[in-house]
């Protein structure tokens, strides 16, 4: 009975002071959005849990190895006792308790998370080796970047266009895989402005780790504008700064459009051909001609890859960069190759 | 001829006849007998040679034919495709086809020529053969573990340092990309090479730790229920050999340019992925072989083997977790068998199974591999729980707190572990009406996996604790396995995996799984049972400074994965940005991963050389009242001279006068006074 008392007073000291330390530790990045917000509340219940149960067991585990350790010539045996069948019972039914409570607790949480709403702005994302692209439906708007007004529902309808690869902003805590020939669908609503990431959680071959895109959440207004803008009918009032500079435009779009997941940027070999010395040089084809890489060459290439291809490289390079880059963005593009020597 | 002369003129004409051989393939093939790349050309040749040094030593020997019959095997494969493709007025050579069609002949040659066929074959013909007991007349004692034999404590020991040498392999991979990741940025890897190595690493050590619990389970079960071998014998072998040619095909990948799905070989990307992938799946399918037949001679060996008097409820608890098991093997392993092969089909033959366009569908390949996959992880820790439950009572002094708990725990989460595969999928897109129902039955794995633990406690509790290595071992295996256990729930509960899943707190979570259920409990096992097997001491000190890297090492080093992982750490990837500002946790992981690895090697170092040179260890060090350690060390062959008989409880310490078994008319209680002084 006394050790019974010592373990359990020191099973509450600990486990209190364990929950002071945990719940005061930043778990989890930025809270980005309400989904966040629901699944940070049911992770720091289960962290409650769990600080409790490693207290309990690792508290009677150093107890016991530290007050029932055998001394030294001692050759007696422990205590005899084979079970307790109302214990066992109390261990079984508890735990059991608690994990439905806890299977109930995120079949709630779940259903907020996936909640529609009326007015709910539509993307529909698509994966594909080792890029996303994003398309605004309502107003035909193509991008490598993902928008979002923030405090705004969201319905993602992703696609993918080759294998399985995965939607998942830390920030926003939510995930869904995109599987090809189906199609999936995920909500959320943005609630902290800023610029994240989209980064692919599923495995989906060489350049896996750099299928990454941004993602900005903007204030209702500032959305407005890029919607205006890249539909072409933004008016910018007086006084509003110039065009931002060609070169930053193209190294962007180079990292949000995935193209240096196969093209490097300083002379080594991927998929593709590199960027660096790019410009300016003779390149032979895979028909055995030449060509000298001038700013038409390069804009053909990015628009239809296929129609001169550099001989020991595959015909692999997606086609619909003419429609999802905007002629600034592949002007920006072409500067910026020029700047890689 | 001296010895050493004919090592070096059979790795000579072996090296000579293995780059014959390649140039001629290559030659009958229609390609031009040299490539540019002569890399694969010295490969073979080394190959062949180290082949011709083992026949050299001794052209009897099992392994070194086995080789040459699986070299054998490819050549007909290869010459059977070209001409097969000639015939039908194909180009002759395709790489892919004629390696894929060779891979499946290969493992065949293999056992043919290690003798795991022979007397199955002389049967066909009517000749009796007996059953071999001993090393073959004239031949050394070693021998017998370098080819086919029957015994089962000769198996055990094979299954378990090929174990221990396929967990070297893939300790290394994760050595190498751990380094990789110590900075941003590809440093020394290629994007290939990591995503193979990746896959490689998770592979060969999910084929080392089922070895190892194939090597725990033959040694042990036999002995423990009080047979004098496994009910087949042959079988048994046959188990055991044709995992060797299936770990050699998974190696092979590496020269075919690896692949880069990981070890689940999710379709469509292993479809479409190098063609390493096809030697992975191919070896994995020959592999599935090994684990359904050991299964049907564990069952057989445990239901009908038993010593009169042991009833199901009486058996060592280590026989539970391993019947529990052998359950999940023999209706289990099927799957990852099916899945696999249906890539290689999707693959080589263009039926369309996973592809949408052809009416497949890329989500069926989760179902099948997680049906297996899933239950796999179970196969991999129960036996390590077993051992747990079967060393605590020894070094506590006292009995097994709730024995049948304990044994139908293991039943319970055997069942339970073939309703909760579709968990692996709750990111995949699969209805609700599958997600919930789903994250009930995972959660529910909690309540028999708690009654392990808190059993284990009660078993701890008013005991007479010691501890030797083996104890330490036990301890960690607790104090691991809590952590993956603890980090389960998370990821079980749907909303929250959603932000968990394929993140590196996933990682964290599974390594604990494997440290914890595994890892610890096979070295307590090793350390344990050493003295009954080599008949010779460990090391102590070795065993403590083991036991204390891998311990620190790992406890560091799954919590802060768990920990990178919450920060948005994605698995598998090759490179990580840095303004996630992970690069600290990143140094930390790799510290305490060369931590283990050290500390794994020193343990390697103390059995290999404790083997040799260790103290001759008594009959029974720890006090156990297991029937094994009631027979001199090492074991005879033929274990127990007549059967023991069942005539107590098997945990009863504590209990003055009790007996477990009655040997040879003598009465075994397990003598607390042989213990070692703390």
């Known amino acids: 009975m006394r050790h019974a008392i010592n373990v359990t007073i020191i099973i509450v000291v600990a486990t209190f002071a364990l929950l002071f330390i945990a719940n005061n530790v930043p778990w989890m990045p930025v809270q980005a959005s309400v989904e966040a917000e629901l699944i940070d509340r049911l992770f720091s219940l289960h962290i409650d849990t769990i600080v409790f149960l490693y207290v309990l067991v690792n508290g009677i585990l150093l107890y016991s190895v530290f007050v029932f350790r055998r001394k030294k010539d001692d050759p007696s045996e422990g205590a005899y006792f084979h079970g307790n069948t109302r214990l066992e019972i109390l261990w079984t039914v508890l735990p059991l308790i608690t994990v439905i409570y806890f299977a109930i607790l995120g079949g709630n949480v779940l259903s907020k998370t996936m909640a529609a709403a009326d007015d709910e702005l539509q993307v529909i994302v698509t994966g594909r080796q080792w890029a996303w692209a994003f398309e605004y439906p309502e107003w035909g708007i193509a991008s490598t970047e993902l928008n979002l007004p923030v405090n705004r529902r969201v319905h993602l309808v992703l696609y993918s266009d080759d294998v399985t690869h995965s939607f998942w902003v830390p920030e926003f805590r939510v995930k869904q895989d995109t599987v090809p020939g189906q199609e999936k669908h995920l ?136 429609d999802i880059l905007t002629e600034a963005e592949i002007t920006g593009l072409i500067e910026y190759i020029k700047t890689l020597q | 001829m001296p010895t050493w002369l004919r090592i070096v003129l059979g790795f000579l004409v072996g090296a000579a006849l293995g780059a014959v051989v390649f140039v001629g393939v290559r030659a009958v093939g229609g390609l031009p007998p040299l490539a540019d790349d002569l890399r694969p050309l010295y490969a073979m040749a080394v190959f062949s040679g180290i082949i011709g040094l083992m026949l050299g030593i001794d052209r009897q020997l099992g392994l070194p034919r086995g080789l040459v019959g699986m070299a054998t095997g490819f050549v007909v494969g290869i010459l059977a495709t070209v001409g097969i493709r000639s015939l039908m007025g194909l180009t002759p050579w395709d790489t892919e086809s004629v390696w894929v069609v060779a891979s499946f002949i290969a493992p065949i040659g293999f056992l043919l020529g290690v003798g795991a066929l022979s007397d199955w074959l002389r049967w066909i013909f009517g000749i009796h053969t007996p059953e071999q007991h001993g090393p073959p007349p004239g031949k050394p004692g070693w021998f017998r573990y370098f080819g086919f034999d029957q015994n089962h404590k000769v198996i055990g020991i094979q299954y ?41 690493h998770g592979i060969i050590m999910i084929a080392a730790i089922l070895l190892g619990v194939g090597g725990m389970a033959n040694y042990l079960v036999p002995l423990m229920v009080g047979a004098n071998d496994m009910a087949f014998p042959r079988l048994n072998g046959f188990a055991f050999w044709i995992a060797v040619p299936s770990a050699l095909l998974i190696i092979m990948a590496v020269f075919f340019g690896g692949w880069d799905t990981g070890w689940t070989g999710y379709a469509p990307l292993s479809v479409r992925t190098f063609m390493g992938v096809n030697f992975f799946l191919i070896g994995i399918f020959f592999f599935g072989f090994s684990s359904i037949l050991g299964a049907i001679n564990l069952i057989a060996t445990t239901l009908m083997m038993r010593a009169p008097g042991m009833s199901l409820f009486r058996m060592p608890i280590f026989v539970w977790a391993v019947l529990a098991t052998a359950f999940i093997q023999l209706t289990g392993t099927q799957f990852i068998g099916l899945s696999f092969l249906m890539v290689v089909l999707e693959r080589n033959l263009n039926m369309g199974f996973f592809n949408a366009a052809m009416g497949g569908d890329p989500l069926l390949f989760q179902h099948l591999f997680w049906f297996y996959s899933h239950p796999a992880v179970y196969i991999f820790i129960l036996p390590g729980l077993g051992i747990v439950s079967e060393l605590l009572p020894v070094f506590s002094r006292k009995p097994l707190f709730g024995y049948k708990w304990i044994a139908l725990s293991s039943m319970a989460i055997a069942l339970l572990g073939f309703m909760v595969w579709a968990h692996h999928m709750f990111t995949a897109g699969i209805p609700n009406a599958l997600r919930l129902p789903f994250m009930y039955t995972t959660m529910l794995v909690a309540v028999p996996t708690g009654v392990k633990f808190f059993s284990w406690l009660g078993t701890v509790w008013r005991g007479k604790l010691f501890f030797p290595t083996p104890m330490l071992f036990v301890l960690a295996s607790i104090a691991v396995f809590l952590i993956g256990g603890l980090t389960g729930p998370p990821l079980a509960t749907v909303p929250t995996d959603l932000h968990l899943h394929d993140s590196y707190f996933v990682v964290g979570h599974f390594h604990a799984t494997m440290f914890g259920g595994f890892v610890f409990p096979f070295f307590a096992a090793l350390y344990y049972w050493f003295p009954k097997v080599t008949g010779r001491m460990y090391n102590e000190r070795l065993g403590r400074i083991h036991f204390a890297l891998q311990t620190t090492g790992f406890y560091i080093m799954s919590l802060t994965m768990a920990r990178t992982g919450l920060l948005g750490m994605r698995r598998r990837i090759a490179d990580y940005d840095p303004a996630m500002n992970i690069q600290n946790l990143h140094i930390i992981m790799t510290l305490a991963g060369f931590a283990i690895f050290i500390g794994v090697l020193i343990g390697v170092y103390n059995l290999v050389v404790s083997a040799r040179r260790g103290e001759v260890a008594v009959m029974n060090p720890w006090g156990s009242r297991s029937p094994e350690w009631q027979l001199p060390s090492p074991v005879p062959e033929h274990n127990y001279e007549e059967p023991f008989e069942v005539v107590g409880e098997p945990y009863d310490y504590g209990l003055p006068g009790a007996v477990y078994v009655r040997m040879n008319g003598h009465e075994k209680a397990g003598a607390p006074a042989a213990l070692p002084a703390q």
């Open chain 2, 160 to 200: 378990t340092v090929t174990g221990i040498l396929l967990m070297g392999i893939a300790g290394t991979l994760a050595m190498i990309f751990r380094t990789e990741l110590l900075a941003p940025g590809m440093q020394f890897l290629q994007l290939d090479t990591f995503n193979t190595f990746i896959g490689m």
């Open chain 1, 187 to 322: 909500r959320l609503t943005p609630t902290q402005v800023g610029t994240y990431k989209v980064r692919c959680a599923e495995l989906c071959g060489t350049s896996h780790a750099y299928m990454e895109a941004p993602v900005n959440v903007m204030t209702a207004e500032d959305f407005e504008i890029w919607r205006q803008k890249r539909l072409g009918i933004y008016v910018p009032p007086e006084g509003e700064a110039a065009a931002e500079d060609p070169v930053a435009v193209g190294q962007r779009v180079a990292t949000s459009a995935g193209c240096i997941a196969c093209h490097s940027t300083d002379g080594s070999a991927l998929v593709g051909p590199t960027w660096k010395g790019l410009f300016g040089k003779t390149e032979t084809l895979a028909d055995g001609s030449t060509v000298v890489v001038d700013e038409a060459y390069l804009h053909e290439s990015i628009v239809d890859p296929a129609a001169k291809l550099v001989a020991g490289f595959q015909d692999v390079m997606p086609k619909n960069y003419g």
